[in-house]
Nanobody
Framework: VQLQASGGGSVQAADSLRLSCIASGRTFGNSMGWFRQAPGKEREFVAGISWSGANTYYTDSVKGRFTISRDNAKNTMYLQMNSLKPEDTAVYYC?????????????????WGEGTLVTVSS
């Protein structure tokens, strides 16, 4: 599985951005999600979604502001980020867990995409 993330950029606080992640290869059944890594910090989970899209999971700091979704016909996952804050500044990575497992928390990551930088200024 190959993952290609895009959509990052530099915005002001309270603005919105939408990240996209296009998957190729053995994508059927995969749970997918987004992680982020801020400067000087460890990579952290942001949001995840099951293959069907029926199950989603978010870290507390983005609940109510971020929405994860996917379009399996396009092999694409999205992260709509609203009300962005300076603390959301990070490199965002898309990730996938191989196999037909309902795991929106992405307790295991088998594939990583290259990151896309999101910078939020106050």
């Amino acid at each position: 599985v190959q993952l290609q993330a895009s959509g990052g950029g530099s915005v002001q606080a309270a603005d919105s951005l939408r990240l996209s992640c296009i998957a190729s290869g053995r994508t059927f059944g995969n749970s997918m999600g987004w992680f982020r890594q801020a400067p000087g910090k460890e990579r952290e989970f942001v949001a995840g979604i099951s293959w069907s899209g029926a199950n989603t999971y978010y870290t507390d700091s983005v609940k109510g502001r971020f929405t994860i979704s996917r379009d399996n016909a396009k092999n694409t996952m999205y992260l709509q980020m609203n009300s962005l804050k300076p603390e959301d500044t990070a490199v965002y990575y898309c990730a996938a867990r191989q196999g037909i497992v309902n795991d929106p928390k992405l307790s295991r990551v088998d594939y990583w995409g290259e990151g896309t930088l999101v910078t939020v200024s106050s």
